[in-house]
Structure formats: structure tokens, C-alpha cells
């Protein structure tokens, strides 16, 4: 049976490359056939990302068959992964995530959960030596992973490994990292071609604070005007996003990566009360700037407090 290997809904850069890494490991150096998948379209930076470097783009699937074998990668979560997925086989999970709880497995398993910014960073050092085997284009991906999710090792997130990675797979593709992940930041940044509803659900996680459901969606951007232009719309989708999904709120942190901080929506009574005890904001408007706020799992999640 081949192995399939996926990350989170809402696949971005990291969740869309890891799994094409990963079942290139599995089928290539541990002779397991395996095959990436996702969970949804990639976002604008994932896509870039693949043509950039001549991937095919993973079939999108939405659930998996009972007993199928899968790797689980950039996610631990069960909200974030296939409504079968305690059905399915799970042979392992690679994760830079909190543990959640949830997941049931067939029997023991392979789990590897490191502190390290980007899950590619955690398979660059689990691939070891057989990294001289790996294809340019699977690195070019490994590193577009590692400098998304350290926004170009500007979120806190960060850890020398990261960069030395990142350094070392840049060194070897001969890739200057500004001029790329600028490339790449830009092409997140586009998002003309999507509705509000999309914009929301692009990057986004479900979170409970204290018996209060939230989906709190992150838009990272080089262009933070363009998504703010269309806060009143935004705004107003939330209603139509929380009642569809199932939350009380969509909280929606829109990050300027080259400022270093965060604008979060402010739409309703809820949402300002949010901002204010979780982060020590003081609100007057529709929307609040949060100075040096980058990282939805090291500084906004953890502070979520209603």
C-alpha cells in the first residue's frame, strides 16, 4: 500500500513542501512508496514555491480511506486533518506544534515533535546523510519552507538551527535568501484574486479559549494595506465564516513582516476585549496595531485570554 503523507487544511508553504520531502525520504532512501497529498489549495506562497521550483502540485484530498497508511507532518491536530483520520493507519507524525491530543494509532509509531521554527528543518536533520541523494528542487522546497515559516528568520519562532539550515541549503542551490524571500513575500502578499471568506480561512487554525470557539486566521504580508483596504468586508464575512465553521469569532492578525507587527480587526465588543487583556492593547477603533506580534504559535495563541 503506498504511504500518504500530508499536513494541515489550508496547506501553506511548509504544509504543501514537507509532505513532497518527506514521501521522497520514504520512497527513495527507506523503500517505502509513499505520495504527498494536501488537505486543500495551496496558498499564493505555496504555489509560487512549486512553480518556482518545478513541483507538481499534490492531489488535494478531502478524507482518507479506512486502514490507509499516512504520515502526518507540520500538524498533530486532529481539527486540522482529515474527519477519518483515527480510521486510517497513521504510521507517523513529524510536528513542531504543541501536542493537542486526539490522534489514535494502529500501534506504535514513530513521533517526532522538535522546538524548531519549520517541520522541513526537523526532516533536514531526521534525512541526515542522505540529503546528498535529495533532488535540488525537493532542497529549493526545504528552504522555501524553513524561510516561510521563520518569515525570514524574523519570527520568534527561530532557532539557529533554522538558519544554519537555511544558510546551508541557500550555499549549495546557490540562492541569495533576501532576493528569494522577497520573491516569496511577495507572492503571499497577493491576494487580489481572493474573496474575503477565502482570505479568512487561508491561514487559519480552530482555538478554544475558555469555552469560546475561535478561528484565528493570520493574513503575513509585505503589503498589509491591501488586505486592510478590505476591512469592512472582512469584517463582515466573519459572521458568514463563524457560522459555517462552527466558532463564536474569527480573530484576523494581519502581519506586516517587514514592520514586525501585527493589525488585528476589531469588529465587534468581544473582539476589543480580546485584544486588550490579551495583549495589553489599548483599542479605540476597528482595528489595533500589536508591536512585534509575528508568530501565531509563540505569541498569539499562547496569549489568547477572553
Known sequence: MTTLVFGHKSPDTDSTGSPLIWAWYLSHVKDTPAEARLLGEPNTEAAFMLDRWKLEKPEIIEDVAEGQAVVIVDTNNPAELPAAINAADIQGIIDHHKLVGGLETKGPIDITVRPLACTAT????????????????????????????????????????????????????????????????????????????????????????????????????TAPG?????????????????????????????????????????????????????????????????????????????????
Open 122 to 221: 526537523i526532516m533536514y536533520e531526521l534525512i541526515g546523510k542522505h540529503m546528498a541523494e535529495m533532488p535540488g528542487n525537493l532542497k529549493g522546497a526545504m528552504l522555501s519552507c524553513i524561510l516561510s515559516d521563520t518569515l525570514e528568520f524574523r519570527s520568534p519562532t527561530t532557532t539557529q538551527t533554522d538558519k544554519a539550515v537555511a544558510h546551508a541549503l541557500a550555499e549549495e542551490l546557490s540562492v541569495d535568501l533576501g532576493t528569494y524571500a522577497a520573491e516569496m513575500f511577495a507572492a503571499k502578499s497577493d491576494v487580489s484574486a481572493f474573496s474575503d471568506v477565502e482570505l479568512l480561512r487561508m491561514d487559519s487554525k480552530a482555538y478554544e479559549v475558555a469555552g469560546t470557539k475561535f478561528r484565528v486566521s493570520v493574513l503575513e504580508t
Open 226 to 306: 491591501i488586505p486592510l483596504d478590505r476591512k469592512d468586508s472582512l469584517m463582515e464575512a466573519m459572521t458568514e465564516v463563524a457560522s459555517e465553521d462552527g466558532v463564536d469569532q474569527v480573530l484576523l492578525f494581519v502581519v506586516d513582516i517587514l514592520k514586525e507587527e501585527a493589525t488585528l480587526l476589531v469588529p465587534n465588543e468581544l473582539v476589543k476585549t480580546i485584544a486588550e487583556k490579551s495583549f495589553g492593547a489599548t483599542v479605540s477603533g476597528s482595528t489595533v496595531v500589536l508591536p512585534g506580534v509575528m508568530s501565531r504559535k509563540k505569541q498569539i495563541i499562547p496569549n489568547l485570554a477572553i
